[in-house]
C-alpha cells in the first residue's frame, strides 16, 4: 500500500477512533474510513479530527449527492480490513486491490496518481530502481511496493516509518536520501515547501486509485457506484484534485 496532515464541514457528522465493538453507521450516515498513516494531500488531521485533503472531499461530496452524512473514522494500516470486513465501516477511498486484504465491492478507478523515488537535493541521480540495491529507502510500515520488492529483492533496504508524514520527515532530517512516495504527495510539498528541493527520481507505477465498499454496507453498493460516476462526469473529482496541485 502505497501509501503528507480547518473547520468541519455540514455534512461531516463526527471522526472518531475505530474500536472493536463499534457498531456500523446509523441510518442515513456514509461511514468512511480516515488513514492515519496517510499525509496531505490526502488527508489533513486537526486535534486527531480528519479536517481536509481529497479523501475527506471525495468523502463529502459522495455522501452529499447520496442524501446522507458523511462521518469519519480513523484508522491505522491494521484496522483497515477488520473495519470494511465487518462493516463497522461502509467504505475507503484512494486505495488499490493489492493494497489491501479482504473481499470487497469496488468502485470504478477514479483517484489518479504515480508512485515514485523522491530525492533529497544532495541525493546521487539514479538511473533505474537497481541502483537503489542495499541503499537505505524511506518507506511506511505495513505498505506494500510490489514492483520495488520484485526487482530489489533481498537487497530492498526498507527504513520504515509510521506514517507517510514521518517517512517523508526521516528523508528532510537527512536520515535516508531517497523515499517512496506519491506524486500528488511530492507535488503537495513542493508547493508549500519549495525550499526543500526535494525532486522526482523515479517514476515506478501509474494508477487510478478506486474506493473499496464493504460488502456488508448498509449502503447499496449500485447506488455508491452510479454517485461515482455522476462526480466524476460532472467534473467535481477533478475540481478536488485540482485543488492540491
Same mark, same amino acid.
Given at each position: 500500500?502505497?501509501?503528507?496532515?480547518?473547520?468541519?464541514?455540514? $455534512?461531516?457528522?463526527?471522526?472518531?477512533? +475505530? @474500536?472493536?465493538?463499534?457498531?456500523?453507521? *446509523?441510518?442515513?450516515?456514509? #461511514?468512511?474510513? %480516515?488513514?492515519?498513516?496517510?499525509?496531505?494531500?490526502?488527508?489533513?488531521?486537526?486535534?486527531?479530527?480528519?479536517?481536509?485533503?481529497? $479523501?475527506?472531499?471525495?468523502?463529502?461530496? +459522495? @455522501?452529499?449527492?447520496?442524501?446522507?452524512? *458523511?462521518?469519519?473514522?480513523? #484508522?491505522?494500516? %491494521?484496522?483497515?480490513?477488520?473495519?470494511?470486513?465487518?462493516?463497522?465501516?461502509?467504505?475507503?477511498?484512494?486505495?488499490?486491490?493489492?493494497w489491501i486484504d479482504g473481499d470487497y465491492d469496488w468502485s470504478m478507478p477514479l483517484l489518479p496518481d504515480t508512485e515514485m523515488v523522491v530525492a533529497r537535493a544532495d541525493a546521487p541521480r539514479l538511473r533505474s530502481l537497481k541502483d537503489l540495491k542495499d541503499t537505505p529507502i524511506g518507506t511506511v510500515a505495513g505498505y506494500r511496493y510490489p514492483r520495488v520488492e520484485q526487482v530489489l529483492g533481498k537487497q530492498f533496504a526498507r527504513t520504515d516509518a509510521a506514517s507517510m508524514?514521518?517517512?517523508?520527515?526521516?528523508?528532510?532530517?537527512?536520515?535516508?536520501?531517497?523515499?517512496?512516495?506519491?506524486?500528488?504527495?511530492?507535488?503537495?510539498?513542493?508547493?508549500?515547501?519549495?525550499?526543500?528541493?526535494?525532486?522526482?527520481?523515479?517514476?515506478?507505477?501509474?494508477?487510478?486509485?478506486?474506493?473499496?465498499?464493504?460488502?456488508?454496507?448498509?449502503?447499496?453498493?449500485?447506488?455508491?457506484?452510479?454517485?461515482?460516476?455522476?462526480?466524476?462526469?460532472?467534473?467535481?473529482?477533478?475540481?478536488?484534485?485540482?485543488?492540491?496541485?
Open positions: 500500500m502505497p501509501k503528507l496532515l480547518t473547520s468541519l464541514s455540514a $455534512i461531516l457528522l463526527s471522526a472518531l477512533p +475505530l @474500536a472493536a465493538g463499534d457498531a456500523p453507521g *446509523a441510518p442515513g450516515e456514509l #461511514v468512511m474510513l %480516515a488513514p492515519l498513516d496517510q499525509t496531505m494531500p490526502i488527508v489533513r488531521f486537526s486535534n486527531g479530527v480528519l479536517a481536509g485533503g481529497i $479523501i475527506k472531499d471525495v468523502g463529502d461530496a +459522495l @455522501a452529499q449527492r447520496l442524501g446522507r452524512r *458523511a462521518v469519519y473514522v480513523n #484508522v491505522d494500516v %491494521a484496522g483497515v480490513t477488520p473495519a470494511l470486513t465487518s462493516g463497522r465501516a461502509d467504505a475507503m477511498c484512494y486505495v488499490l486491490p493489492f508524514d514521518l517517512n517523508v520527515q526521516q528523508m528532510i532530517s537527512g536520515k535516508v536520501q531517497y523515499t517512496l512516495a506519491s506524486e500528488s504527495t511530492l507535488f503537495y510539498l513542493q508547493r508549500i515547501h519549495p525550499q526543500l528541493k526535494l525532486r522526482p527520481e523515479l517514476v515506478f507505477s501509474s494508477y487510478k486509485a478506486h474506493c473499496a465498499f464493504s460488502r456488508k454496507s448498509q449502503v447499496p453498493f449500485n447506488d455508491a457506484n452510479r454517485a461515482i460516476d455522476a462526480l466524476l462526469k460532472e467534473g467535481v473529482i477533478d475540481q478536488i484534485l485540482a485543488r492540491y496541485r
